[in-house]
């Protein structure tokens, strides 16, 4: 999922034509960012879906579930509850990536990109930055909303750096398999529509409660679904409770699914590329 892994994959302009790839990465990086808040639906729903069900199983439900769960620190069920709402943060921006994607392909902007004299690995990785930006700065504000509602982790500051970091790298996978989702997609509205059940699928996971408590066959997918060890690391990181192998498996899904991102959209993107020169 490196630049240099791109950069081997993807074609380039003209060997007379000289290109300048920080400065051709740092000017896409700004205009992606500046599209992506401008667009206040989409910053909206990224930051508006996990923070409606932060409110909706806390205040609604948590009375009850809470019972159900073993509190990890000492705010009630939105200890428990926040973990799988970051990474469902994460998941949404699936969707704005995918949306976005789509839009700049299916309008032509990436065909005109390609035939300029510009480090064409700079369109998609400097894409998947602004995501993650955005994803990252979306689960600040989630996690800020819970802290007003009595969150309460006892991580250390170390721990902290493990779970940003954590956070990072499974919002950079993810928002290549957005960046895929939406360089394959037909049209923006099948763009939008496709990644919607990723974004649902913390949910049926340990992420409301454990799924030892789910009846037998939702259980076994719960255990065995990539949400699941992703939710489990950052409860362990955020609490101290034990993490187990969940680490582990979390970053094998974790990369599978970047490596999945990455090759589908190198593909996609070339799939219908017009001509290099020669």
Same mark, same amino acid.
């Given at each position: 999922?490196?630049?240099?892994?791109?950069?081997?994959?993807?074609?380039?302009?003209?060997?007379?034509? *000289?290109?300048?790839?920080?400065?051709?990465?740092?000017?896409?990086?700004?205009?992606?960012? *500046?599209?992506?808040?401008?667009?206040?639906?989409?910053?909206?729903?990224?930051?508006?879906?996990?923070?409606?069900?932060?409110?909706?199983?806390?205040?609604?439900?948590?009375?009850?579930?809470?019972?159900?769960?073993?509190?990890?620190?000492?705010?009630?069920?939105?200890?428990?509850?926040?973990?799988?709402?970051?990474?469902?943060?994460?998941?949404?921006?699936?969707?704005?990536?995918?949306?976005?994607?789509?839009?700049?392909?299916?309008?032509?902007?990436?065909?005109?990109?390609?035939?300029?004299?510009?480090?064409?690995?700079?369109?998609?990785?400097?894409?998947?930055?602004?995501?993650?930006?955005?994803?990252?700065?979306?689960?600040?504000?989630?996690?800020?909303?819970?802290?007003?509602?009595?969150?309460?982790?006892?991580?250390?500051?170390?721990?902290?750096?493990?779970?940003?970091?954590?956070?990072?790298?499974?919002?950079?996978?993810?928002?290549?398999?957005?960046?895929?989702?939406?360089?394959?997609?037909?049209?923006?509205?099948?763009?939008?529509?496709?990644?919607?059940?990723?974004?649902?699928?913390?949910?049926?996971?340990?992420?409301?409660?454990?799924?030892?408590?789910?009846?037998?066959?939702?259980?076994?997918?719960?255990?065995?679904?990539?949400?699941?060890?992703?939710?489990?690391?950052?409860?362990?990181?955020?609490?101290?409770?034990?993490?187990?192998?969940?680490?582990?498996?979390?970053?094998?899904?974790?990369?599978?699914?970047?490596?999945?991102?990455?090759?589908?959209?190198?593909?996609?993107?070339?799939?219908?590329?017009?001509?290099?020169?020669?």
């Amino acid at each position: 999922m490196t630049d240099s892994t791109v950069a081997a994959t993807l074609p380039r302009p003209s060997g007379s034509v *000289k290109v300048h790839p920080l400065r051709d990465l740092s000017t896409m990086l700004r205009r992606n960012m *500046k599209n992506q808040f401008r667009d206040k639906v989409a910053v909206g729903a990224i930051i508006g879906i996990p923070v409606l069900f932060l409110l909706l199983f806390n205040y609604v439900f948590g009375g009850a579930l809470g019972d159900a769960v073993n509190i990890a620190g000492s705010g009630g069920y939105v200890d428990y509850l926040l973990p799988g709402l970051i990474i469902m943060t994460a998941a949404s921006q699936l969707i704005g990536t995918s949306t976005q994607t789509s839009v700049d392909m299916t309008g032509g902007i990436y065909n005109r990109f390609r035939t300029m004299a510009i480090y064409t690995p700079s369109i998609l990785v400097a894409r998947v930055l602004a995501s993650v930006i955005q994803a990252l700065l979306s689960m600040a504000v989630v996690t800020g909303i819970a802290f007003l509602m009595g969150l309460s982790p006892n991580a250390t500051p170390l721990e902290w750096l493990a779970v940003v970091g954590f956070l990072a790298y499974v919002s950079l996978a993810l928002c290549w398999l957005g960046l895929a989702f939406g360089l394959a997609a037909k049209t923006v509205g099948s763009a939008s529509n496709g990644p919607f059940p990723l974004v649902l699928l913390p949910l049926v996971g340990s992420g409301i409660v454990p799924p030892e408590s789910m009846s037998t066959g939702v259980r076994y997918f719960a255990e065995y679904q990539p949400f699941t060890p992703m939710i489990d690391t950052l409860r362990g990181l955020m609490y101290g409770t034990p993490i187990g192998d969940s680490a582990v498996i979390a970053l094998a899904w974790t990369t599978g699914i970047g490596v999945l991102g990455l090759f589908w959209s190198i593909k996609a993107f070339n799939r219908e590329r017009p001509d290099q020169p020669n």
